[in-house]
Structures are given as C-alpha cells and as structure tokens.
C-alpha cells in the first residue's frame, strides 16, 4: 500500500545544502538523501559525549543501551517503536539508520493506564499500537531533523499559522506518501485508486497524530514529554526536580483550542536546536519508570 520512494516522489525537488552540512560522496542512500534535502538527523547521544555542553544537567531520566539489542527481541522491539502501516522504502531504511546501538542513550516515557501504555496487553493495546508506535515515527522520522536542520525557522514560528506551514512544506520530507495517507484518511480517491473500508478507517485513526497542532504538543512543556527544555540549559544544578521542565516551548491553549493566531513562546534558540543530541524516545509500562511523564493527547 505505501510503497513509492522520495527519490521518485521528488523528482526535480531541489533544496539548497546548507554549508555547516558536509557533501556526501556515499553510497548509503539515507546519507545521500538527508544530503539532497538538508533534512539532517542530530548525532545520537552516546556515553562517550560530555553532557555537560548539550545542555542534559539532569540525566536521571537516560538510560544507557549497554549492548546493541538483536532485532525482534523484546528490547530492540521497545527501543524502536514505530508503525509499519506509516511506511515506504525510504522510511524502513531510514529506520535501519537510527537503530539503537551500544553505547548510546535511550530515554523512557512513563505510560499510566489511560490506553496509551507500552504497545501492547489489556484491553487498550490497541489504542496503545495506534498512539505509541506513530508517536515515536514522528519524534524520529520528522521532529529529530526538523529541529536540527530547520532550527532557525522553528523559532521564528510565532503563532500556530506559522507553524502550520512549516509543518506542510516539511512534513513530507520525513513521510513521503503524507497527501496519500491524507487522502485515505479522508476517504478520497487516489489516482482512480479507491482505498479499502479498513484501510480507510486505520489511516484515520493514524494521521489524526500526524496533525501540526498534535506534533506540537511534543514539544510543548504541558506534554512534559521531550527530553530537552529550558530547565536543562540552566547553568544551575540546584533547582529543585519537582521544578524541571521538559519541553521547548510554551502554549496556553489546549490542543483543541488552537488557531492561525494562538501564539506560541519558544523557550530555546536555534543555537540551542542544533546543539542537541538525539535520544531513542520510547514508551514503557514499566514501574521502575514512574517518575517520567505520559502524554496525553486525548484530554488536551
């Protein structure tokens, strides 16, 4: 069903590189690709960084990937969430590019029981394949290099209009068949090619998280969900836990109440964009983990 690669999609689509970015001269399509789009994936953390210049003082909620999980164990399933409905031939290479690997750092997302739990188990399992595993594509496939490579357009989003367009000029970077899904979802027809019921309503249920106004939320400090924030830029190490902050930004309304004219109150530079290391997000279950945080959509 989703099987049309970038290169043939984009066809013609040229994007200038920028000059902190170096030249590719490889045969590894995800590097000659990130280099053709200058939508570029920040370097993973990893035990070997001082993480005293990215910007982590509070490195409680890290965990270290001691040994580099075999795919379809448990671990590597947990570390790599993701959806394989939302998927085409660049997204599963791409996939394979950000495997976790040994010595890097991984970061858990506490989930309570409210059907956004760790993928799978219980009545809400799932609710938890919908959310969970298209939350982590989107945080990996989408946000990772927006963040990194469109670090001063980020910031100069002001109001949700602004991002909104951000969002649909880059969205299709990370998820090459977006419009498709778009149209499923919808239940349109694509190219004289009508889409199945249950193909419809699965789409549905998937792109209703690949909405501007819910990736945002990621971000925000209310989902308390991403690993960097203002607290952690702090040159202070004595603040108070129950005091940190998790998130990038700052938005008073909820998710529902969003408009072209909610504004939005960046919390970090664009210097402080580009500097960040990428963490393996993922989602668990697991008590041990209680002092992170859910997110929540559905009551936003």
Known sequence: MFQISPTIKYAGFTVGVASSKPQCFTHDPVAVWTSQYNFW???ALSIHDDTDNIYIQDNSRNRLIHDSPRPYTSLY?????????????MTREKRAFLKPRAGEMCYPVYCVSNGFGGGGGGTNSENDFFHN????????????????????????CKTFGEWRRLFTQTISLAFPEYEYWMSVAEMKTTNGVFAPVADQRRTARLM?????????????????????????ASSSSSLSRSLRQYGLCSIKPKIKEYTDKTEIEWLVNADFLRKMKRLHIYFTTNASFSDCCSVDWENE
Do not use: H
């Not at 989107?138 to 357009?153: G, K």
């Open 133 to 156: 595993e298209t939350v982590i594509d989107i945080v990996n496939l989408y946000l990772w290099p927006l963040l990194y490579s469109r670090a001063s357009d980020v910031v100069a």
């Open 41 to 43: 994936f920040p370097p």
């Open 77 to 89: 399933l947990m570390l790599s969430q993701y959806n394989p409905w939302l998927d085409c031939e």
């Open 208 to 232: 209703k998280y690949l909405s501007p106004a819910r990736v945002l939320f990621l971000l925000t400090v209310r989902a308390n969900f991403w690993p960097y924030g203002p607290a952690s």
